[in-house]
């Protein structure tokens, strides 16, 4: 407790216990692995409302979880998020046997093909032992060897336009094929593309989930998850499988996708995108920060824009830049590419200086819309071009394997 | 003594023979109207009285029975009250040289004094008293124009019940009228193609589909000119020839639209429903079936601007059209089949904030609101779209004039490839069938081997390289080709809806 001068109202009122943040750092964390005390790490866990620095708190006060257990109630005013909800649920689960909550949770776990991992055991990923406060309990199926790659994190705004789209491609295969670990938040848009394409150059992905493993969210991408899981990747969550939570928690998958990375790609964010907020998380974390720049107009880049202006990420200026800054290297990429003519080279190659849509080619080459209409029907049939829907098209990895010099300078 | 005279009735946009018969016996004093008589029918008792005794005759006091043959088909509207009169007053022997009757229907409502009036689809009506192989028809005066129309069949028309008989017992001949030559089609009240900045792709498309009657889709963020294009295709029309407007006029005639001066129309209609259109209201119905829009639109265009705002149940109900070019609506007693080979021209906004797909905007919509507001225009409607295109805000159009092409170039074009297509086959390319439509005669080889390799590509549906071959077939015919080439085949793919979803 601190003095009545420095008490802060606001807390006092809602009858709060006012703290300091604790850091993990200073806990001592020696002696408390064995098996009844890593029980109660996950029973503890499960208390409503009780995040990474609630549990730091309460450790630091009470000395070990089970400690903290047996303290029951007297921990609702370390919990700031839900404490009627915590208070409710320490007077349900008072006496219950931690060893028995633990089993059911890795019993769930294991109908998932993963398992439940603590701070406190070897299996947690060493990158999140910098983390402060760390997550204390993960739960995570497929590989988890997966989680002691060197990773990035390639994040951006579930509307993501087709030039974020094919920019998240682009980038996520550069850091696939350079051996790193793609980590996202599986959202539609440009994390499903950043896994995606991690997967389609033989590389490994990561997907942090704000959801349980056995909830997918969102379910649209249940069959990415598991297409993650089958190429050697991994699926990690802070949310216990089998619980009915209320809503997916995004801001401790963000937090946690900015810890299991050493670096984050922002590859496009309009103002206020989640994807700014995992942007913040990576600056107060330390991680280095690269965001991909829009054009000046385009609203859907204004959150990367300003990043960069504000000096708070590097800016990214191709995939091939990235990787020299992160010190890594990509072989080149292999694949026949098909014959083109003419015109499907120039616009090939208008393309690969930057996507168009028929209206500024016309600009650009002089050529009618129906020859270009048929020129990117040829391109898209061939996987060179897409369009993801929109008016403008874009160059895929497939073309961007062959260069602007190899498209321009076929002739006849 | 029994009367027999002939009238018809409408049947959806079609109308069958009917024959009046009248039976005057002694018995209780009393008019019975049998044969599915519907309520106006019934009601004809009251104004056939007032009318006889108003125009100076007399309703017998005997029993006087009606039955419209064949009695077994429901009957409605007005249309049998002159016959049902002038059946009265023959077998009351009230009409010197009653013989003149056969070989003449008699179609018209009486009004109280005896008046003659008008009735709707007096042009099928009339048709249909031609097909049973009557020489005369005699109509109220002020349908006379309309129903001279058919050919093959003397027209009078007649102002008054008085006048009908003095017609019919020679005392009074009544001119028979003439058929007004067809007016040629007055040009569209529509903007000019040149007024729409950028958007080559759009109006291409739009020259496409008009030229080969493809049902076309324009999807794009608001004030991208997707109205502006949908208002300005009605004038790359091209006018409706005789047989069409013979049918389209038909159908206006059941519906009462047409215009009374003139009564065959050559514009092709174009029809803008609002968005609040009931699913009846659109492809026909109601207890006495009445072409819809989709009808009223027939050899011309069905425009629905804001298509995704319009209720789903409405907008299915336009799949049996889209594909077969005639609606069919079930009743209790048989099915109704309406003519409704229009053409669709729809615009969207791709999803409720209408920034969708696009590269400059972010689209401010939740991802479930935004499926939700795409499927409201369904998946089997959109394989049912020839031609999709996404359009783009003006912001990233080329400032610079395109060539911008004024309204009467483009519908040159249309034109001779619509002469084209006639000559070719005798219809418009979207009218030929499946089993035609991948042939080495029709498509040509290499357009043929084209589309099925490029379709395989692209994992495109049979249903999707039927439409494209149609749409293949158009631009080779706008660029006068003989056979359908490669780049004609890629170009058609190219407005595809599945493109890049």
């Known amino acids: 407790m601190i003095g009545v001068g420095t008490r802060d109202p606001g807390t006092a009122e809602r009858g709060v216990v006012p703290q300091r943040p604790v850091s993990w750092h200073a806990l001592d964390l020696r002696g408390l692995d064995g098996p009844a005390e890593r029980a109660a790490w996950v029973a503890l866990s499960l208390v409503p409302g009780m995040g990474p620095a609630g549990f730091a708190a309460v450790l630091h006060r009470f000395g070990s979880a089970q400690a903290a257990l047996r303290a029951g109630v007297e921990l609702v005013p370390y919990i700031h998020r839900a404490p009627a909800a915590a208070a409710e649920h320490l007077r349900q689960h008072a006496g219950q046997d931690p060893a028995g909550v633990l089993r059911r949770a890795e019993a769930a776990m294991a109908r998932v093909g993963g398992r439940v991992i603590t701070a406190v055991d070897d299996a947690y990923p060493g990158i999140l032992c910098h983390l402060d406060p760390r997550p204390p309990v993960l739960y995570v199926s497929g590989n988890q060897a997966a989680l002691e790659g060197t990773a990035v994190a390639v994040v951006g705004t579930r509307r993501a336009s087709g030039y974020g789209r094919s920019t998240a491609i682009d980038i996520a295969d550069a850091l696939a094929r350079a051996g790193m670990v793609v980590v996202s938040g599986l959202a539609l848009g440009i994390d499903g593309e950043a896994h995606r394409a991690a997967i389609d150059a033989d590389g490994t992905s990561v997907a942090v989930l704000p959801s349980p493993l056995d909830r997918v969210y969102p379910p649209r991408h249940a069959d990415l998850a598991r297409r993650i899981v089958a190429t050697g990747g991994a699926l990690v969550s802070e949310v216990p499988p089998g619980v009915a939570i209320g809503r997916p928690d995004f801001a401790r998958r963000n937090r946690l996708i900015v810890g299991l990375s050493s670096a984050v790609v922002v590859v496009e964010a309009p103002d206020r995108s989640g994807a700014l907020l995992t942007a913040a998380l990576a600056i107060s974390l330390g991680r280095e920060l690269y965001a991909v720049p829009g054009p000046i107009d385009a609203v859907a880049s204004r959150g990367c824009n300003r990043l960069i202006a504000d000096q708070s990420a590097s800016i990214v200026t191709s995939s091939g830049a990235l990787l020299q800054r992160l010190g890594a290297f990509a072989p080149g990429r292999r694949g026949t590419l098909p014959a083109l003519s003419d015109v499907e080279g120039l616009v090939l190659g208008q393309l690969l200086r930057r996507s168009a849509s028929i209206e500024e080619l016309m600009g650009r080459l002089g050529m009618p819309a129906a020859a270009l209409a048929s020129a990117l029907t040829f391109l898209e049939a061939r996987g060179l071009a897409t369009s993801y829907g929109g008016a403008t098209f874009h160059p895929t990895l497939l073309a961007r394997g062959r260069g602007t010099r190899g498209a321009e300078q076929r002739g006849p | ?501």
């Open chain 2, 1 to 501: 003594m029994l009367a027999q005279v002939s009238t018809a009735t409408i049947i959806g946009v079609d109308a069958v023979p009917v024959r009046v018969e009248v039976d005057v016996a002694f018995g209780l004093p009393g008019l019975t109207i049998v044969g599915l008589a519907g309520g106006a029918v019934l009601e004809a008792r009251e104004r056939v009285r007032s009318a006889i005794r108003n125009s100076g005759f007399e309703v017998p006091a005997r029993r006087i029975t009606v039955n419209l043959a064949p009695a077994d088909l429901p009957k409605e509207g007005t249309a049998y009250d002159l016959a049902i009169a002038v059946g009265i007053l023959a077998a009351s022997g009230q009409l010197p040289r009653a013989a003149s009757l056969a070989g003449m229907a008699l179609i018209g409502e009486l009004a109280l004094d005896g008046g003659l009036r008008r009735v709707p689809g007096v042009l099928a009506l009339v048709d249909a008293a031609r097909w049973a192989g009557l020489g005369e028809a005699l109509v109220a005066a002020e349908a006379a124009a309309e129903a001279a129309v058919v050919r093959g069949i003397q027209v009078v028309g007649a102002a008054t019940l008085g006048e009908v008989i003095g017609h019919l017992s020679a005392t009074a001949r009544l001119a028979t009228a003439t058929a007004a030559p067809i007016p040629e089609a007055r040009p569209a009240d529509a903007p000019d193609l040149a007024a729409v900045i950028g958007q080559s792709v759009a109006r291409r498309a739009l020259e496409i589909a008009v030229a080969g009657r493809h049902h076309c889709f324009l999807e794009g963020p608001p004030g991208t000119g997707k109205t502006l294009l949908l208002r300005a295709a009605r004038g790359l029309l091209p006018q409706l020839d005789d047989d069409e407007a013979g049918e389209v006029s038909r159908i206006y005639s059941v519906a009462g639209l047409l215009d009374r001066r003139a009564p065959v129309r050559r514009e092709r209609p174009v029809r803008e429903p609002h968005h609040t259109v009931s699913p009846q209201a659109l492809v026909g119905g109601g207890p006495r079936v009445r072409p819809g829009e989709a009808s009223l639109a027939h050899h011309g265009l069905l425009v629905l601007d804001e298509v995704r705002h319009f209720r789903p149940d409405a907008l299915d109900a336009l799949r049996q059209p889209l594909e077969s070019g005639s609606v069919s609506i079930a009743r209790v007693d048989g099915a109704v089949t309406l003519p409704a080979r229009f053409q669709l021209l729809a615009a969207a906004n791709a999803c409720p904030c209408g920034w969708r797909g696009s590269e400059r905007h972010a689209c401010t919509c939740d991802e479930a609101a935004a499926r939700r507001y795409a499927t409201r225009f369904s998946g089997p409607l959109r394989d049912r779209i020839d031609l999709w295109v996404r359009m783009e805000e003006p912001a990233r159009v080329a400032r610079e004039t395109d060539g911008r092409e004024p309204t009467h170039a483009v519908a040159a074009r249309i034109g001779a490839a619509r002469a084209r297509q006639v000559d070719r086959q005798g219809c418009l390319n979207a009218d030929v069938p499946p089993q035609d439509l991948l042939t080495d005669a029709w498509l040509g080889s290499a357009g043929a081997r084209t589309l099925v390799r490029e379709g395989q590509r692209l994992a495109l549906s049979p249903r999707r390289l039927h439409r494209a071959a149609r749409v293949a077939r158009t631009i080779a015919d706008l660029e006068r080709a003989e056979r359908v080439g490669r780049g004609h085949v890629m170009e058609a793919l190219f407005y595809r809806p599945e493109a890049g979803r």
